[in-house]
């Protein structure tokens, strides 16, 4: 098994909601605000390939909304989903599995895209796309706080051209040899974060349970969370395994940092490393 970190751009959120209750004379030190209170943030994804199969884990927000959608994320920079993924000399035909973490639109909006007569297609056309169950039943009934985050247009297509799958793996278990799911339900119901193992060396997918590395204190929990004190209890155990085994996480939405190591301090978990993932991987 092989990972590749596969950047599908930046977007901007409110820096405020992205760090919760830590005010922003922390915060700002970590990511830096506009004058409009606006942090960047990365919508970095992951190739893995395992065997035969290119899996892609998660695949930025895309391109198809309006203008007015995207006034409101300022996609900016030059990386695109496409542009990284040439970089390894593939192209959307070649992706053979989309793994959606969960089905907010910063995470699955480039698993579909508006074909030139209009019509919602499946982006990468030979792709199994998977997601779980019980996600999907609390994305298509979304509650009205979480509706903003789960759009129509971006999953109900996958079932409707019969690329949807549900991945049965437990928490703990693995989906495919060497590639285990964590399921925590602060963020939102049942995320799936890939636990990825190569030979002898182990990496978190952090998904939204920690967005970046400036999120491994306990209280740095973002607003946008429907269970912020469940994401603290889920928190502070995967930081003590990740700690104890040596893991090493990865951040989807870091705009700096990939990859970091962990140690244990008097204050808590914090950062020993920081790293890419190619370097990990060498
Ligand atoms: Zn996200």
Not at 44 to 61: F, K, T
């Amino acid at each position: 098994m092989k990972l590749y970190a596969v950047n599908a751009g930046h977007f901007k959120l409110d820096g405020g909601a992205m760090f919760g209750v830590v005010p922003k004379s922390l915060w700002h030190k970590a990511n830096p605000a506009d004058e409009n209170n606006m942090c960047s943030w990365a919508l970095r994804c992951m190739l893995v390939e395992h065997g035969e199969r290119r899996i892609l884990i998660d695949c930025g927000m895309g391109d198809k909304q309006d203008e007015k959608f995207f006034s409101h994320y300022y996609l900016h920079g030059e990386d695109s989903l496409e542009r990284n993924l040439s970089k390894h000399g593939l192209g959307y035909e070649d992706i053979t599995d989309v793994f959606l973490t969960h089905l907010h639109f910063d995470h699955c909006g480039g698993a579909v895209k508006r074909t030139s007569d209009g019509a919602l297609v499946p982006a990468f056309p030979n792709a199994k796309y998977w997601t779980n169950r019980a996600h999907w039943d609390s994305a298509t009934h979304p509650n009205a706080r979480e509706k903003a985050s789960f759009l129509k247009e971006n999953i109900l297509p996958l079932q409707e051209h019969g690329v949807l799958h549900f991945v049965d793996a437990a928490d703990g278990e693995e989906w495919l040899p060497g590639f285990r799911i964590r399921i925590v339900n602060g963020h939102t119901d049942s995320m799936m974060l890939p636990l990825l193992t190569v030979g002898a060396k182990t990496l978190l997918y952090c998904a939204d349970l920690l967005p970046s590395m400036h999120h491994i204190p306990l209280p740095w929990v973002m607003a946008y969370d429907m269970r912020p004190l469940q994401t603290l209890q889920e928190k502070e155990p995967i930081l003590r395994e990740a700690a104890t085994n040596g893991w090493t996480l990865f951040f989807e939405h870091d705009p700096r940092i990939e990859c970091a190591t962990l140690v244990q301090t008097e204050k808590g978990i914090r950062v020993d490393r920081q790293l890419t993932l190619a370097e990990w991987s060498a």
